[in-house]
């Protein structure tokens, strides 16, 4: 399977519709968003073409590709736009043999784990930073924002496939790539 994985939209119909593009592009199975869909929050700033409606009607329309989770910008009013979920806090993966435990980060977090057994993925957003880091016990990943990039970083997403997570630009450039170590036992 091939996944396609972004966050932090905050509401950019420029950006949206740039990663959509990036979706076909790609040929992902699906696209898990990480949450902070249709808001821009109160501590961003309005993001490039700032249209909730507009993001809405476009993920609607790709809605069965579609898997989300709630960031702390999203709310059930934003659910009345959307022909999706939005709402859980969290989504439960198996990729390479391993759990992903995939939320938006503002409640779990490096800081605030989750329960996590050895070998197991906390994949969050949030922070509009994109990073890895190969925890004794876990594996951390983030793919960064793809409307409000923060630290320098790029407007961008992962893919997963084949036991590898690339980070790319909107252009679909390889910012950088990260493969999956060999599950150790338990």
Same mark, same amino acid.
């Given at each position: 399977?091939?996944?396609?994985?972004a966050?932090?939209?905050?509401?950019?119909?420029?950006?949206? /519709?740039?990663?959509? !593009?990036?979706?076909?592009?790609?040929?992902?199975d699906?696209?898990l968003? &990480?949450? $902070?869909i249709l808001?821009h929050?109160p501590r961003?700033a309005?993001?490039q073409?700032y249209?909730?409606?507009q993001?809405?009607?476009?993920?609607?329309?790709?809605?069965?590709?579609?898997l989300?989770i /709630?960031g702390?910008? !999203?709310?059930?009013?934003?659910q009345?736009?959307?022909?999706?979920?939005? &709402?859980? $806090?969290t989504c439960?993966?198996y990729?390479?043999g391993r759990m992903?435990y995939?939320?938006?980060g503002?409640?779990?977090?490096?800081?605030?784990?989750p329960?996590?057994?050895?070998?197991?993925?906390l994949?969050?957003g949030?922070?509009?930073?994109?990073?890895?880091v190969q925890?004794?016990?876990?594996?951390?990943l983030n793919?960064?924002s793809?409307?409000?990039?923060k630290?320098n970083?790029v407007?961008?997403?992962m893919?997963?496939e084949?036991?590898?997570?690339?980070w790319?630009?909107l252009?679909?450039?390889?910012?950088?790539?990260?493969r999956?170590?060999?599950?150790?036992?338990?």
């Amino acid at each position: 399977m091939k996944l396609m994985i972004a966050s932090d939209l905050h509401g950019s119909a420029l950006y949206t /519709r740039q990663m959509l !593009d990036r979706l076909r592009a790609e040929g992902a199975d699906k696209l898990l968003l &990480l949450g $902070d869909i249709l808001y821009h929050g109160p501590r961003n700033a309005l993001p490039q073409d700032y249209d909730p409606q507009q993001v809405a009607a476009m993920l609607n329309a790709a809605k069965a590709k579609l898997l989300c989770i /709630r960031g702390n910008c !999203d709310a059930e009013v934003d659910q009345m736009l959307l022909e999706f979920p939005i &709402l859980s $806090d969290t989504c439960i993966l198996y990729i390479g043999g391993r759990m992903v435990y995939a939320t938006h980060g503002h409640q779990y977090n490096e800081a605030h784990l989750p329960p996590l057994q050895p070998g197991d993925i906390l994949l969050h957003g949030h922070t509009h930073v994109p990073g890895y880091v190969q925890h004794e016990n876990y594996l951390y990943l983030n793919p960064g924002s793809v409307s409000i990039p923060k630290e320098n970083s790029v407007h961008g997403y992962m893919i997963y496939e084949n036991g590898g997570f690339l980070w790319k630009d909107l252009d679909g450039g390889v910012v950088q790539e990260y493969r999956l170590p060999p599950q150790r036992d338990a």
